[in-house]
């Protein structure tokens, strides 16, 4: 493309001149820089994509080294598992029969088993019997764990021979590295409560590592970090890799069961593959240099006789057309070839795409300004609800006041002909009519007062609306057990009465978050307003909604998941992908347009999250997930 505007450009000053010369300077200088950047892209993108695949084999082979080791530290827990789960082994435990020892702890038993180490201590650490041995001659080893009668008092499984719990690692010992395993002594089915662990171990010798490197289908070799002197690495499962120009070496650290770097592994993988992308790439170039002689020669006569001028007359339309904002120009190029044939299409897309626009730009005011005032009037409508039913109450207070009777007790006190014991009982009227007075104003004060609340709530959704529709929504600091507060102000009264809403503890261990904080409150209000209506169609008088929510990480950012459940009617399970869709409503259309959850998805995709619906089914209650990204 670069190459064609260039030409553009400098075309027309020299059509006077040589153009052929020109054309073939310009397509010589385009293949020596396609040459550059071909060399470029071998040495910056293919070459290092192999040695990339080198380090990829590498890092695999390791994984798979590391997997190997797993799943034989995996067999040994599940013999400590079945050495644990045995009734005899959970009886020895409590009598220390010396006739179990004799029978069970052998040599012949630890070959079958294939471990040097088996330990069996009770709850607190304290050796009831241990047996090392190697596994090729029988003779007994002198290994040092379990040489005392109990297990070092930091040794980090205590805790799980106290809860029963299993656990596996490795561990230095004098006689070189112990693969070890452990696992709660049980009454041989599965309960308890435990009376200690079984150790397993297997020596981590030569064999072993010969035995690993076979299932991982390399060459491997184990160094002893215990035993090499120096810094080591920074920490365990910390993975080192190494190149040379004809092998790549990747080396991966284990911890032992205190959590300290204990073992090297490594294995060494030849650059088999760099070698021969080197060949291929080589071979590949001389291949374009060949191709790219005979393309030029062709593309000279090509363009010279039948491409170059009626191209320029397409590019340079094209370019007025980029350039400008007048869809009404036209090529009309003569002729029946593909030039000819591309320009008259070019002319019919730029028809086509002028209509698109004009119908686009129409229809995308006509939704825009639909879909806003239809969410703005929803949401209103929901907040207008309940400030109309405390405006009726205050109207119905203030109506039901004795003012008129007080007006006229007022103005027969001011008679002087009203004789001593009528002024006492209108004096005593008066004063009783203040004090109801005094109390409906009271009342009257704090509906008023609520009522500017909701008003400012109101004002609060037109302003967000309207920034809606011009910039990003407000980000606030929210506590989300305030919120809920503040949103059930602006639900109506026949919701809150139909429906207990229950604030899960989690609203106040999120803590504090930054959110647009109008949005989700509109969002909450319609979620209680459909789980009241949901209650309703249950055919029940009271229900019940809990909200919560939770901090999760997702595409590498943390993100508020927050969910109602109620306890309603549900939703049918070919109605959960639909619930969020527009006009899609389960309720009378009368008093249900299908505005509000889908006004709910709008926006808050939005503020790029999502929403979604779950429920077990009709009549087993349904519940809301929102998940929207924080902002720091």
């Not at 079945?82 to 082994?89: I, M």
């Not at 120096?230 to 284990?254: C, I, K, M």
């Not at 967000?464 to 102000?489: F, G, N």
Request: glycine share 8%; charged share 25%; aromatic share 4%.
């Amino acid at each position: 493309m670069h190459a064609t505007w260039i030409h553009v450009n400098w075309l027309p000053r020299c059509l006077k001149v040589n153009i052929r010369t020109k054309v073939l300077t310009f397509l010589s200088l385009l293949f020596v820089v396609l040459g550059v950047v071909e060399i470029a892209i071998q040495q910056r993108a293919l070459m290092p994509s192999f040695a990339e695949l080198e380090r990829d084999e590498a890092r695999t082979a390791i994984r798979r080294v590391g997997f190997a080791l797993d799943l034989a530290l995996e067999r040994l827990k599940i013999n400590a598992m079945d050495w644990g789960n045995w009734a005899d082994t959970y009886q020895f435990v409590r009598t220390r029969d010396p006739d179990f020892v004799a029978k069970n702890l052998t040599a012949l038993a630890l070959k079958q088993l294939n471990v040097n180490l088996m330990l069996i201590a009770d709850t607190e650490g304290n050796i009831v019997r241990q047996s090392a041995r190697d596994l090729d001659s029988g003779r007994l080893l002198d290994l040092d764990l379990g040489k005392q009668s109990t297990l070092p008092a930091d040794f980090p499984w205590l805790r799980e021979f106290r809860g029963g719990k299993t656990a596996q690692g490795l561990l230095a010992t004098n006689l070189g590295i112990l693969m070890l395993a452990t696992a709660p002594i049980l009454d041989g089915n599965g309960g308890g409560p435990s009376r200690g662990a079984v150790i397993v171990g297997r020596l981590l010798g030569e064999s072993e590592i010969n035995s690993l490197g076979a299932q991982a289908q390399v060459a491997l070799q184990m160094v002893n970090l215990r035993n090499t002197t120096g810094a080591g690495p920074p920490s365990a499962d910390h993975d080192d890799l190494l190149e040379t120009d004809n092998q790549t070496q990747v080396r991966r650290y284990f911890p032992d069961i205190y959590g300290k770097p204990l073992v090297r592994l490594q294995v060494e993988i030849p650059r088999r593959i760099t070698a021969r992308g080197r060949t291929a790439v080589t071979y590949a170039s001389l291949y374009l240099v060949v191709a790219a002689v005979i393309v030029l020669a062709l593309l000279v006569f090509v363009l010279n006789r039948l491409v170059l001028s009626p191209l320029r007359q397409v590019t340079q339309h094209a370019v007025a057309i980029g350039e400008g904002n007048d869809l009404t120009r036209r090529l009309n190029l003569p002729g029946d070839d593909e030039i000819g044939v591309l320009a008259r299409e070019f002319d019919r897309m730029v028809e086509r795409l002028a209509s698109t626009r004009r119908e686009l730009v129409d229809r995308s005011f006509q939704a825009g300004f639909a879909e806003l005032a239809r969410g703005v009037l929803h949401n209103l409508g929901n907040a207008m609800t309940p400030l109309g039913v405390r405006l009726a109450a205050l109207h119905d207070r203030l109506r039901r006041a004795p003012v008129a009777d007080m007006e006229r007790a007022a103005a027969e006190l001011e008679q002087a002909s009203t004789d001593a014991s009528r002024r006492s009982d209108l004096l005593q009227f008066m004063t009783l009519g203040t004090r109801e007075l005094a109390a409906d104003l009271k009342l009257s004060k704090d509906d008023v007062a609520v009522m500017q609340r909701q008003a400012s709530v109101i004002q609060a959704a037109l302003s967000e609306q309207m920034k809606s529709s011009r910039s990003e929504q407000v980000v606030e600091p929210v506590r989300l057990p305030d919120l809920v507060s503040q949103t059930l102000e602006i639900v109506p009264d026949t919701c809150r009465q139909r429906l207990s809403v229950d604030t899960d503890d989690s609203l106040r261990k999120v803590g504090v978050v930054r959110v647009a904080r109008t949005v989700l409150r509109l969002i909450l209000q319609n979620f209680i307003i459909n789980a009241a209506d949901s209650v309703r169609d249950a055919g029940r008088e009271r229900g019940r909604l809990r909200v919560a929510a939770e901090i999760v990480s997702e595409a590498g950012a943390d993100q508020l998941h927050l969910y109602c459940e109620d306890d309603g009617a549900g939703i049918a399970p070919d109605h959960l992908q639909r619930v969020f869709e527009k006009g899609f409503s389960t309720k009378s259309r009368d008093t249900n347009h299908g505005i509000g959850l889908h006004w709910c998805a709008n926006a808050i995709t939005a503020l790029g999250g999502r929403i979604w619906a779950a429920s077990e089914g009709l009549g087993a209650g349904a519940s809301l997930h929102v998940l929207m990204p924080l902002t720091k």
